[in-house]
């Protein structure tokens, strides 16, 4: 599936862009995602007030492969940052 990106989108940084996101950001990992887990480490330190959560049984969707748990997640984050 990756081959299908390209080579443009492995070189693409947004680094300078994401390091400007004002909004609390959740990032949502699939462990057995083909990206690595430390892309997304790394989206979480440049992101200010960014916050990491992993589904264990997931792949690239865990909104379909594990929809409670993500679900849960989300609303709990959403609770956590409800009057921000």
Known sequence: MLRYLGKDAFDYDL?????????PTLIIHGK?????????????RTIPNASLRQLMKSGHFPFLEEPEKFNKIIRNWIKGHSNQ
């Open 32 to 44: 057995a995602d083909l990206l690595p887990l430390a892309s997304d480490l790394e989206i979480e």
């Open 15 to 23: 680094t300078e862009t994401a390091k400007r996101i004002g909004a």
